[in-house]
Structure formats: C-alpha cells, structure tokens
C-alpha cells in the first residue's frame, strides 16, 4: 500500500471523546479514494494528520513505505511531500495568480522553477490568468490556482478537503470533470474528503463512509451509494 494509517489514536482534548481510535486506512498508488461523512465524524483530521498538520497520540503513518508517524517518529509537513487543498483554497490576496503557484518553490533556480510553473498553468488552464489577483478570477479558477500551488510542488500523495463548497452548484459538475482530468494526467494518489457523493462518484475509485471516526462502509462507490448497508450510511448518501 503506497499510504497506510495503522491504529490511529486522536484527540484534541483528553477529557473529550477520541476523534478517531484504532482508526485505520489504506490506499493503493495512483488511486482515488473519497471519504464521506458528516461534519465532526473526523473527515478533515484525517487529513491533517496525513499532512502532519496534527500528531497521533497513538498509531503509525507512512507513506511509501516510509514512517511519517510513530512512537519515536515524527516527520514535518514540509518533508512528507504531500500537496494539500483547503477548503477555503488559502491563497494569497496580495499575490498573483502566478505567485501563488510560486510560494511552494521558491527555492528552485529560476529557469526551472519557471518552467515547472508554466507547465503547471497549461494542466489547470490557467496560463492566461497568470498575472491576476486572486479577486480577479472566478471561484472555479481560484481552487485550480490553489490545486497548481499543491501539485507544482510534485507531491506523492494530494489531499483535498472539501474542494468544492464554496463553488456555485452550476460550476461543480464543470470543475470535477477538469479536477478528474487533472488527477488522471499527474496519476497521483489522492484523497477528497467531501459531504457531497456526486464528487465520490465522479472522481473516486474507491468510497469510505465515516462515523464518529469510524469506517461504517467501504468499497466501489457506485456500490456503496447504491447498495448502503446501514441506517446511518443511508442517511449520508441519499
């Protein structure tokens, strides 16, 4: 498995219930998987622990076989090659367009972190919006830039949280055939965490239900939306 979560253990607050525990997970390489849940069921942490945005209190992490998280392990979100997307895509109002995608790679020599940027404008469409602001363009183009920003960086595993709340409904359909394009083109593992079935539908190879940090059903997602196996997934899915 190219990212494997075994017997995760999270909680904010040790007086609370647990956000996950014993909580494991596992995706192939180059695979989409799509988590769907309600707000609070532990979507988001997953995230943010694979990104190492949040640490375990118990459990193990590794991505490619690597450790990222263990008893004596930790390693920080820059060093884990993970690109992200949030929810509110993050970018910088006083940057633009091209700047943005800039930001993750400013290290690179000039002629090469140039040349990645372009080429990574050509993949979301977005080269002849290069030198606008953020305000200047529409929701659709703003979460293309914040996607180029995550990928310029060539991370072996993308998350996305949410990508596509806060775009008008007619917009969607749109967005997730080119966000599936994307995807496709870079073959990259990747993970959506959503509330929304058409996005597992449209984009995932493979769906989990989540409860309460807990994994109520998995599988193919026409199959699970089609076929939901409890009260609570029903309740999710239609």
């Not at 309600?38 to 590794?62: D, Q, V």
């Amino acid at each position: 498995m190219y990212l494997e979560m075994k017997d995760i253990k999270f909680y904010y607050n040790k007086n609370e219930n647990n956000i996950l525990d014993k909580f494991n997970l596992s995706i192939k390489n180059g695979k989409t998987l799509s988590i769907l849940g309600e707000s609070g069921s532990g979507k988001s942490t997953i995230l943010r622990l694979i990104a190492g945005l949040e640490k375990p209190s118990k459990g193990e992490i590794y991505i490619d076989k690597k450790i990222m998280n263990g008893k004596n392990t930790f390693i920080s979100p820059e060093n884990r090659k993970v690109g992200m997307v949030f929810q509110d895509y993050a970018l910088f109002p006083h940057m633009t367009v091209y700047e943005n995608i800039k930001f993750g790679i400013s290290d690179l020599k000039k002629d090469i972190r140039d040349k990645k940027i372009i080429n990574t404008l050509k993949l979301v469409e977005l080269l002849d919006y290069k030198d606008k602001y953020p305000h200047q363009i529409s929701g659709g183009q703003q979460q293309r830039t914040a996607l180029a920003r995550a990928i310029v960086t060539e991370p072996k595993i993308l998350l996305l949280d949410e990508p596509f709340s806060n775009l008008d409904t007619n917009l969607k359909h749109n967005i997730r055939n080119k966000l599936s394009k994307i995807i496709s083109k870079i073959n990259i593992t990747t993970i959506i965490v959503s509330h929304d079935k058409q996005d597992a539908l449209s984009l995932a190879d493979e769906l989990i239900i989540l409860k309460n940090g807990k994994i109520v059903q998995k599988g193919i997602p026409q199959n699970v939306i089609s076929r939901p196996t409890t009260e609570y997934t029903k309740g999710i899915v239609y």
